[in-house]
């Protein structure tokens, strides 16, 4: 079974309700899945849950980030205490745009990751490159140390992947997919290997493909109304 990660961004559909309805005959056509998750802004998980309560949508919440830090004095954070009380499944944590707008280190990943699965939490690292030319290595490792410390969620999401601006090369996506399933595969745990960037109804099919991807981290088309729904009903079709 796929995973199928919605990452709303700081964005929200044009629509509510009609965003939540297009999912919604989508589950109508090919079924409910446990493994579906939706990452609205932290201001829009209840508004999300009111309407998807409204017309029979299931999903699990997610969120975008969570704090290094428990609760108390730490100016706008979302310690994982306070997401677990919204009933939030998962969490992203490392996305490139936090690594690349905010600085975010591999420490203070690490540091993110403890806090929640302190709270129960599955959290969903992120890592990959920054440019297309880099060298993959440290990423792989970084990912690797993480699935021993007992993260059972990886996404590779190449930085210069997302957003767009390049014309993406998928069968170089689908090599650097392999040399982490290589690295991975020999840590002996269980874990999850999503992909992430510029994920599209226009290159879906092809990534589906791609043994060895378990999932997908979709960004900017997960907003749209009618690539929500083309999408989930391809992976779950």
Avoid at 5 to 18: F, G, R, V
Wanted: proline content about 3%; hydrophobic content about 40%; charged content about 25%.
């Amino acid at each position: 079974m796929k995973y199928l990660i919605y990452n709303w961004k700081a964005s929200l559909p044009e629509s509510l309700d009609q965003w939540v309805s297009a999912v919604k005959k989508a589950q109508e056509k090919v079924g409910v899945s446990d493994t579906f998750c939706i990452a609205p802004p932290f201001s829009h998980i209840d508004a999300l849950e009111k309407e998807a309560s409204l017309q029979g949508l299931s999903y699990q919440k997610g969120a975008q980030d969570v704090s290094a830090f428990s609760k108390g004095a730490y100016t706008g954070d979302i310690p994982a205490s306070l997401l677990k009380e919204r009933g939030v499944v998962y969490v992203l944590v490392g996305h490139a745009e936090r690594r690349r707008l905010h600085g975010e280190s591999t420490e203070i990943v690490g540091k993110k990751v403890v806090e929640a699965q302190k709270e129960g939490l599955i959290p969903i690292v992120c890592v990959g490159e920054e440019n297309i030319d880099d060298d993959l290595t440290p990423h792989i490792n970084e990912a690797v140390s993480f699935v021993k410390k007992g993260v059972s969620m990886i996404a590779y999401e190449p930085q210069w992947a997302i957003g767009g601006s390049v014309v993406l090369d998928l069968s170089k996506i689908e090599e650097r997919i392999t040399l982490f399933r290589e690295k991975l595969d020999g840590v002996g745990k269980e874990y999850v290997l999503l992909y992430g960037g510029s994920v599209s109804e226009d290159i879906l099919s092809q990534l589906l493909c791609y043994t060895g991807i378990d999932g997908f981290l979709v960004g900017s088309a997960s907003v749209d109304i009618k690539q929500s729904n083309t999408i989930y009903t391809s992976i779950y079709g």
